[in-house]
């Protein structure tokens, strides 16, 4: 079984309390990093390069012309990729799991969960910090200059910030539960 290999990585439909208050600690900023890192990695590795193994097999005599190219065209590849894995999982959960394991959540500055238009437009803006400068550069003079928070981040008026979640993977399995057990419950009363 693999769950203990997962325990730390998967988003729960439940979205965790946040810690607004961190918003501005630089711990936040390093955890980010972390998880980007873990995002950037499942992205690549656990998404793309089976694609890209597929496409290999499937069309050997285009992908042999290509030679040495493969590696950068994958890499053009990964940012809509990575950008489209992190609007859903932000929009849907409020972390990707590289923030679960970092103990990180986007939420709206406000404190709600962050909405459909809010992961959209900070995710879309992640090409505007790739332009002309090296996105690690952008990103953390942005962040050091500002509250924390990255071009993205003010575009779409959402803060990350540490999540509140279950420790271990059975309470937040159980949190699950009971959410959708009220959810049904709920719904069945309506009826």
Request: hydrophobic share 45%.
């Amino acid at each position: 079984m693999i769950d203990w290999k997962l325990d730390g990585f998967v988003p729960t439909r439940r979205q965790p309390a946040p810690e607004v208050q961190t918003a501005s600690d630089r711990g936040v900023l390093l955890a980010r990093t972390g998880a980007a890192a873990i995002d950037l990695f499942v992205c690549y590795v656990l998404l793309e390069f089976p694609l890209i193994y597929v496409a290999s097999v499937l069309f050997n005599g285009p992908y042999e012309a290509l030679g040495g190219a493969v590696i950068p065209l994958s890499l053009l590849v990964l940012l809509p990729l990575y950008a489209t894995y992190s609007f859903t999982l932000e929009w849907r959960y409020g972390r990707t799991p590289g923030k679960v394991n970092r103990g990180l959540l986007v939420v709206m500055t406000d404190g709600r969960q962050c909405t459909l238009r809010a992961s959209a437009v900070r995710n879309l803006s992640r090409y505007v910090d790739l332009l002309g400068v090296p996105p690690l550069v952008v990103g953390l003079v942005v962040a050091l200059a500002t509250d924390g928070r990255r071009v993205g981040d003010h575009a779409a008026n959402t803060i990350v910030v540490r999540s509140t979640a279950p420790t271990d993977l059975e309470t937040a399995v159980a949190a699950d539960a009971d959410a959708s057990a009220a959810a049904r419950a709920s719904g069945e009363e309506k009826n």
